[in-house]
C-alpha cells in the first residue's frame, strides 16, 4: 500500500534552516508529482510547494526564496529544504502524491520557530 513518511522536522531559532524529507513506497513514485503542505491548529492545509514528475518546482508565495523542493527518484524521496525560518513558518508539514484527490498523505512532521 502506499506510504509517505516525513522526517526533520524539531525545533528552530529564527534565522535558520531544516531539511524534511518524505520517503515513499506503494507507488510508482517517480512519474507522481510531489506536494508539501503546512497545517496549523484550526487552519486549512496550506500548500507550500510541488515538484512535477519532470522536476518542475513551484512555491507558494510565502515561502518563495527561502525554501527549496526536490526530489531523488533512486530514493523516492522528496525533500524541502527550509532557510531563513520565521516563526510564522510553525506547522505540521506534510507530503504528499499526485494531488489532494488521491489521499495519498504522510503522517506530517512539525516544524516549530522559536527563540
Known amino acids: 500500500q502506499v506510504q509517505l513518511v516525513e522526517s526533520g522536522g524539531g525545533l528552530v531559532q529564527p534565522g535558520g534552516s531544516l531539511r524534511l524529507s518524505c520517503a515513499a513506497s506503494?507507488?510508482?513514485?517517480?512519474?507522481?508529482?510531489m506536494y508539501w503542505y503546512r497545517q496549523t491548529p484550526g487552519n486549512e492545509r496550506e500548500w507550500v510547494a510541488s515538484?512535477?514528475?519532470?522536476?518542475?518546482?513551484t512555491y507558494a508565495d510565502s515561502v518563495k526564496g527561502r525554501f527549496i523542493i526536490s526530489r531523488d527518484n533512486a530514493k523516492n524521496t522528496v525533500y524541502l529544504q527550509m532557510n531563513s525560518l520565521k516563526p510564522e513558518d510553525t506547522a505540521v508539514y506534510y507530503c504528499?502524491?499526485?494531488?489532494?484527490?488521491?489521499?495519498?498523505w504522510g503522517q506530517g512532521t512539525q516544524v516549530t520557530v522559536s527563540s
Open positions: 515538484i512535477t514528475a519532470l522536476r518542475r518546482t
Open positions: 506503494g507507488f510508482t513514485f517517480s512519474i507522481y508529482a
Open positions: 504528499n502524491a499526485g494531488g489532494t484527490t488521491t489521499g495519498y
